[in-house]
């Protein structure tokens, strides 16, 4: 009986002092990894898409802050990360036929620590567009497009931050297997983004940018400038609760690009670790026949 007792004694102490380093273990992630597949629809295009991407944070993040909602913890907490992602899409064009499947990967890395303010940035995206030949003519065409972007800023208070932004997109065309056509387009702007605590303990998070885009476009004498302008505002009724709403303004000089992108979404951590995430997006084009709708829908685990 002595000894059952001692048994028991010690179980009961050795859980004591485990529990706050299990406790510990499992309040902390450093690694995010998920799925996600989209749907495209604009014009004669109609395109789907699955993907998978992977995050690795340099430093621990909290899985249940106490304080903030549970997808700013990178943000607030001011951690850098390396992330890479990777996409396969298929598409059926009107009067054309598929003959493969197109394909995007990419990587990006951000330099942040808790005891500074500067917020560096870069990435690289690889898109192809897969393989269509035309019906009416023996024509094979394909696009291949490559996107690089970097970013320079600072926290100008504990969660607010500015940057300076910086990206390219290079596509080049080859029909029958010859080259056709090469386009580049350059964006440079500013970009902001704060996160708040209301009264009642609910939080709002808004992000801002102001671009300009110059295209150029092979056999064309000038360039095409279009300037950008995007509000985004996030609210979170609860930590683990995000509704989205925004909009991208484009005018400038190349109609294609004219218009007004709506943006909506709903992000739920279903429990600290596992989120579920809608998001739709509308491009509602200036120019005739060139509106478009965009739909996401992505999981994501945290461990």
């Given at each position: 009986?002595?000894?059952?007792?001692?048994?028991?004694?010690?179980?009961?102490?050795?859980?004591?002092?485990?529990?706050?380093?299990?406790?510990?273990?499992?309040?902390?992630?450093?690694?995010?990894?998920?799925?996600?597949?989209?749907?495209?629809?604009?014009?004669?295009?109609r395109a789907n898409t699955a993907g998978a991407e992977a995050t690795y944070f340099?430093?621990?993040?909290p899985t249940r802050p106490k304080d903030y909602p549970l997808?700013?913890?990178?943000?607030?907490?001011?951690?850098?990360?390396?992330g890479a992602n990777y996409s396969r899409s298929s598409a059926d064009i009107t009067g054309q036929e598929r003959?493969?499947?197109?394909?995007?990967?990419?990587?990006?890395?951000?330099?942040?620590?808790?005891?500074?303010?500067?917020?560096?940035?870069?990435?690289?995206?690889?898109?192809?567009?897969?393989?269509?030949?035309t019906l009416s003519i023996p024509i094979e065409v394909e696009a291949d497009a490559r996107f690089f972007e970097a970013s320079v800023g600072a926290y100008v208070a504990k969660t607010t931050a500015l940057a300076?932004?910086?990206?390219?997109?290079?596509?080049?065309?080859?029909?029958?297997?010859s080259p056709t056509g090469t386009s580049k387009s350059t964006s440079i702007g500013l970009s902001g983004q704060h996160l708040t605590r209301l009264a009642g303990g609910d939080h709002i998070a808004f992000v801002a940018a102001v671009s300009q885009v110059t295209a150029d476009e092979q056999g064309h004498l000038s360039s095409e400038k279009n300037r950008e302008y995007l509000l985004r505002m996030t609210y979170y009724p609860t930590r683990m609760l995000g509704i989205t709403a925004g909009i991208l303004s484009d005018r400038g000089d190349d109609p294609f690009s004219e218009g007004e992108t709506?943006?909506?979404?709903?992000?739920?951590?279903?429990?600290?670790?596992?989120?579920?995430?809608?998001?739709?997006?509308?491009?509602?084009?200036?120019?005739?026949?060139?509106?478009?709708n965009f739909v996401t829908l992505k999981a994501l685990m945290r461990f």
């Open positions: 009986m002595i000894a059952t007792r001692r048994v028991v004694a010690s179980s009961l102490v050795a859980a004591a002092m485990g529990s706050p380093y299990l406790a510990l273990a499992e309040d902390t992630f450093q690694t995010e990894a998920g799925l996600s597949y989209s749907r495209f629809k604009g014009g004669a295009v340099f430093d621990k993040l997808e700013q913890a990178q943000f607030v907490e001011r951690s850098g990360s390396l003959l493969s499947d197109g394909s995007s990967y990419g990587v990006n890395v951000d330099f942040r620590r808790p005891d500074s303010p500067l917020i560096i940035s870069a990435g690289y995206q690889s898109l192809n567009s897969g393989k269509t030949r300076l932004d910086w990206s390219r997109t290079k596509t080049d065309i080859t029909s029958t297997g709506y943006t909506a979404g709903v992000k739920m951590f279903v429990t600290p670790t596992v989120s579920l995430s809608l998001d739709y997006r509308r491009f509602q084009a200036k120019a005739p026949s060139n509106d478009s």
